[in-house]
T-cell receptor, first 114, second 115 residues
């Protein structure tokens, strides 16, 4: 089975721009979660989608948004980029997002905001 | 939020066992204990998880204290490929209560393996 894939792997943007990151979960997985990883804050939960619905959201401003498509693929969008948005963005998929399930992480998209 | 406390770093000699401790004194009765690790330049990778009983898999063992306020990840024979940051995590029901559990990562323990 193919693992979680994320595109693009690297991205450079300037302040004020917006960016869209994509995540393809493992086949059959319907839950997709997004995390931001920075040296200062570590790994922080952004949001989780299941069956095209956002079920859970972390403590991030409204500039961070996401969506999930009927094939479970997910995108996250960051508008009006700030320097502090430079980070590794990780997505993880699981069957249904239940507490006992393993989350499988992708390799991440490294975003640099200049 | 239930929090976990781990040492910042640990060292181990290659081919020796490693015991990585984690304190989670505010754990609730339904919180699962998960361990993930992150190798350099990679996304986190699942290691093991448990609720009350000790657990074993091909990668590691998880020893859970009787009161569940602490746990220990045991790597039976450390190899150089085990050098990573190890995260002890309690999965917690999300705000919506709609069956969505999120992983709340702490700082983790950076494990160095000495050849």
């Amino acid at each position: 089975k193919a693992g979680v894939t994320q595109t693009p792997r690297y991205l450079i943007k300037t302040r004020g721009q917006q960016v869209t990151l994509s995540c393809s979960p493992i086949s059959g997985h319907r839950s997709v979660s997004w995390y931001q990883q920075t040296p200062g804050q570590g790994l922080q939960f952004l949001f989780e989608y299941f069956s095209e619905t956002q079920r859970n959201k972390g403590n991030f401003p409204g500039r961070f948004s996401g969506r999930q498509f009927s094939n479970s693929r997910s995108e996250m969008n960051v508008s009006t980029l700030e320097l502090g948005d430079s980070a590794l963005y990780l997505c993880a998929s699981s069957l249904a997002g239940a507490e006992r399930e393993t989350q499988y992480f992708g390799p991440g998209t490294r975003l640099l905001v200049l | 939020d239930a929090k976990t406390t781990q040492p910042n770093s640990m060292e181990s000699n290659e081919e020796e066992p490693v015991h990585l401790p984690c304190n989670h004194s505010t754990i609730s009765g339904t919180d699962y204990i998960h361990w993930y690790r992150q190798l350099p330049s990679q996304g986190p990778e699942y290691v093991i998880h448990g609720l009350t009983s000790n657990v074993n898999n091909r990668m590691a063992s998880l020893a859970i204290a009787e009161d569940r306020k602490s746990s220990t990840l045991i790597l039976h024979r450390a190899t150089l490929r085990d050098a990573a940051v190890y995260y002890c995590i309690l999965s917690r029901l999300g705000y919506s209560g709609a069956g969505s559990y999120q992983l709340t990562f702490g700082k983790g323990t950076k494990l160095s393996v000495i050849p």
